[in-house]
């Protein structure tokens, strides 16, 4: 018992304060003046009050010049945590191996791995003689199928003023028709190296392919080197979309069928515990692992994630599954001592001083500046706590 020093006007009414609670017994009786309208604790909670309590007097200036507060338990809101684990990864569709239509020697390689690129940038170039030959058999057939169409006009023609035989014409159609699908052939070609045949000439010919990014993201893998021969079936890069990153998680089974698509999700890589991200679950598993008995789930990552992530990086999750309601406390109500957590409720009060009992508490989750009190049954239940000023008086009574 800490015993502060007071006029003498009050110290006889502290002695037979002191005296009364000499017997164990007339902890709960205190308690029941305190608050006869409520219903007491149970003998247990009695008991569980006498084994971890112990008393602080104050007076009414000491409380009221400190600026303590107090105030009765909270009914909280709290959510149910599942722990798990697993690793990022990128979704399908969302990761491109990046090559080329066209065997050429990588002539210029722009990027470096981890680099950031837009779309239609320039990863790479090729250089391949053939491509000249490519667009100069193009500009030929071009060529050629315009003279060839003009003839078959003409022949039209002729045919229909009798002129010309039926054969000819004939004739004519089918060599304009064959030289125009051998063009037809040629430009989609041209496409597939990112050229125009429309602005393709004799002037702008080039032997230099350029390779560019299909969609804006991130360079994870090169997979080619300068002065490289490159075939089209050689993976050269890849290529992962912004904002792409998902998480695979294992959940035990039995946390199962707590979980729901939408459900938000906490992140921690096991490499840096101080670093948090956010997201949420996407698509449940369907099926249990024998041997783990666990359930593979998905969960997307929030778009304003700022810490460097990696496909394949390890992760531990903290899902957040159903709310319910618990009685709770200010965080600043507690005060932690070895471990162990303590809170001062009001025991009497007077005009002239404040009596305080120091219990030992159960803790449970925190949430929005409050602590869950798993054993707030053993306290009546319009007790009041000290919400300002614990720390200090506990602290000082070690």
């Given at each position: ?327 709770s406390l200010p965080e600043s109500s507690l005060v932690e001592i070895d471990g162990k ?20 508490v159960q803790t449970g989750q925190t949430a929005g500046g409050y602590t869950e009190i ?21 602290k000082e009574e070690e």
């Amino acid at each position: 018992m800490k015993i502060f020093l007071f006029p003498g006007t009050i110290i006889l009414k502290l002695m037979k304060f002191c005296v009364k609670r000499l017997v164990v017994s007339l902890v709960a009786a205190g308690f029941v003046l305190f608050n006869s309208s409520c219903k007491g604790p149970t003998p247990e909670a009695e008991s569980a009050l006498a084994d971890s309590s112990s008393y602080i007097i104050l007076s009414s200036e000491q409380f009221n010049s400190s600026e303590m507060k107090l105030d009765t338990m909270n009914n909280s809101m709290f959510h149910h945590h599942i722990r798990a684990s697993g690793y990022l990864d990128v979704p399908e569709g969302k990761r491109t191996y990046v090559g080329t239509y066209f065997s050429g020697r990588a002539d210029q390689i722009n990027i470096i791995t981890g680099q950031n690129v837009r779309q239609g940038e320039v990863l790479f170039t090729l250089h391949n003689p053939g491509f000249i030959d490519l667009q100069r058999e193009y500009l030929e057939t071009s060529a050629q199928s315009k003279n060839l169409k003009a003839a078959y006009e003409r022949m039209k023609t002729l045919a229909g003023d009798n002129t010309a035989s039926q054969r000819e014409l004939l004739q004519a159609e089918s060599d304009y028709l064959a030289v125009e699908a051998v063009l037809n052939s040629l430009s989609e070609k041209l496409k597939l190296m990112k050229m125009s045949p429309e602005q393709l000439s004799a002037a702008n010919m080039s032997s230099v392919l350029e390779i560019k990014a299909p969609f804006s993201g991130k360079i994870s893998k090169i997979m080619i080197q300068a002065g490289q021969w490159v075939n089209p079936e050689d993976l050269a890069v890849e290529l992962i979309a912004n904002g792409s990153f998902i998480a695979r998680i294992e959940v035990f089974e039995q946390d199962f069928p707590l979980l729901k698509i939408g459900r938000p999700v906490k992140f921690t890589p096991t490499g840096n515990p101080k670093a948090v991200f956010t997201g949420k679950i996407t698509h449940l598993g369907s099926q249990i692992d024998p041997q783990k008995r666990t359930v593979l789930i998905t969960a997307s990552l929030d778009e304003n994630t700022e810490i460097q992530i990696l496909p394949g990086m390890f992760v531990n999750a903290d899902i957040l599954s159903d709310v319910s309601s618990a009685n709770s406390l200010p965080e600043s109500s507690l005060v932690e001592i070895d471990g162990k957590f303590y809170v001062l409720s009001l025991l009497e009060k007077d005009s002239s001083k404040f009596i305080l009992q120091k219990t030992e508490v159960q803790t449970g989750q925190t949430a929005g500046g409050y602590t869950e009190i798993l054993n707030a049954h053993i306290f009546p239940r319009e007790t009041k706590f000290l919400t300002k000023g614990a720390f200090q008086l506990i602290k000082e009574e070690e």
